[in-house]
């Protein structure tokens, strides 16, 4: 496939496949843009297929009854979404906003599940996607449960400026812009005063600076640290 697989870590179901066979699913394939902020779908709707992101990044959430979003992915170039409910024909299970101007093209789910009857090999390639999405979902689970609310934090702000960094002159800096408190909450599931107070305690080290309230600029290899970082233990569990 001509793409590129997202680097969020991601399981990208036709960037798994051979040549021979992601070619025939994008052969003519439309294309749709989308503006920054722009629903691309949103969580119930009906499928009708999946997307393979060529430019531009998204964002996949959902939404609690009470309005609270959580963000359960950010995804660049090379990415595919919508590939589950194009497996199942289920409704969407998240909705996904563009965080930049981004063009896709669209794989019909018919078009896919008859590359699948021409070619039944395809399913193995399935299996060994969907087994990689399990175990990587494990391991998010993990993290959210182990890790500290520092590493969470520094996370995904490392998520964020993986794909909407921008360098600066000095060496291991990053600036992001337009990065809200509450999307980095969202992405960490972290309350957002946690991530207010942890923010202005790394101000206060020189890890951020904070240009504006929607630019920063970031100290990668300090956050890395912080991204390894997990909670103390107290009393009889402290080993």
Not at 108 to 126: E, G, H, M, N, V
Request: with cysteine; proline share 3%; hydrophobic share 40%.
């Amino acid at each position: 496939m001509a793409g590129r697989t997202t680097s969020s870590g991601s399981r990208n179901l036709l960037a798994t496949l051979p040549v021979e066979y992601s070619s025939r699913l994008l052969a003519g394939a439309p294309t749709t843009n989308l503006k920054k902020g722009q629903a691309l779908f949103e969580i119930g709707d009906t499928c009708d297929g999946c997307y393979w992101l060529k430019e531009g990044v998204l964002k996949v959430s959902v939404t609690s009854n009470r309005g609270a979003e959580r963000i359960l992915a950010i995804v660049g170039s090379g990415a595919n979404v919508g590939q589950l409910a194009m497996l199942d024909g289920l409704p969407r299970a998240a909705s996904v906003h563009a965080l930049r101007d981004s063009s896709l093209n669209f794989v019909a789910r018919s078009t896919y599940l008859q590359c699948l009857r021409d070619s039944p090999a395809l399913y193995d390639y399935i299996v060994d996607n969907l087994v990689a999405r399990l175990r990587q979902a494990n391991e998010e689970v993990a993290a959210a449960s182990f890790l500290s609310l520092k590493a969470r934090v520094a996370r995904a702000l490392l998520q964020f400026a993986r794909h909407l960094g921008e360098p600066t002159a000095v060496p291991d800096q990053l600036v992001i812009r337009d990065l809200r408190q509450e999307d980095v909450a969202a992405l960490a599931d972290v309350a957002r005063e946690n991530v207010s107070r942890i923010l202005s305690e790394w101000r206060k080290h020189e890890l951020i600076v904070r240009q504006s309230p929607s630019v920063y600029v970031i100290l990668k290899s300090a956050l890395d640290r912080e991204a390894r970082s997990r909670p103390m233990m107290s009393g009889a569990n402290r080993s």
